[in-house]
């Protein structure tokens, strides 16, 4: 890990010095505020947003506006220059030109209810912007996977247990596979309760023609 100098610790960082961190995984991990304790295994690489850093074991970064944590020496450090918005809409900004496809957050979900709504909006907001963005999943505090997101397409699922899908937008979804009850062309408007309560028995495969969650 770098050490910390000028060039790595930035009020205003530019697009450059957020591309010069970019790890060029397919698969990476934001630890936010909120979680229960130290991560265990999150998914590597990973960067710590505000309080996370107290929970994320070894980040690549830091990025936030320190009312939640403070601003580490050891590592890069984006501190936000605005309160125009929230801290995981600045990282995600920031990391919207790196390479990664997938998103797991941890830390995110729990706490203020505002704050959590905000979560889900903002990963819902950047499956808009970034078509390259595949999927997201928010864990809970035992780490658990909790709320999916996946963008606009076909996506196979092994669902176990009671399923219901969360519409950020108006979406049209297909249901088909081990469920209860499948659906074709379902229409939902904006956190419509057409989807929910469903219950997953093995493959399931869910069709969309726009972002959409999954409540497990």
């Not at 505000?50 to 501190?79: Q, R, T």
């Not at 996506?155 to 519409?167: D, G, I, P, V």
């Not at 939902?188 to 309560?197: E, V």
């Amino acid at each position: 890990m770098p050490p910390m100098t000028e060039k790595t610790s930035h009020k205003n960082p530019t697009p450059e010095d957020w591309r010069a961190l970019d790890p060029g995984a397919e698969t990476i991990a934001l630890v936010g505020p909120v979680a229960a304790g130290k991560i265990a295994s999150p998914i590597a690489p990973h960067i710590a947003i505000d309080g996370g850093i107290d929970f994320a074991p070894a980040p690549l970064l830091w990025a936030g506006d320190g009312d939640s944590g403070v601003m580490p020496e050891d590592i890069p450090a984006f501190l936000k220059p605005t309160q125009e918005e929230t801290d995981l809409r600045f990282c995600l900004n920031g990391i919207r030109a790196w390479r990664w496809q997938n998103l797991h957050l941890y830390g995110f979900l729990g706490g203020r209810r505002d704050h959590e709504l905000a979560n889900l909006g903002e990963v819902h907001a950047e499956m808009l912007a970034r078509p390259a963005m595949v999927s997201a999943v928010f864990h809970d505090e035992t780490d658990a996977p909790r709320i999916l997101f996946r963008n606009r397409g076909a996506h196979e699922l092994e669902l176990t247990a009671r399923f219901s899908l969360l519409a950020l937008a108006p979406v049209t979804v297909s249901i088909a596979g081990k469920c209860e009850y499948p659906a074709e062309n379902l229409a939902l408007s904006t956190l419509s309760g057409q989807g929910i309560s469903n219950i997953g028995r093995g493959a399931v495969t869910i069709v969309a023609d726009a972002p959409f969650g999954i409540i497990l």
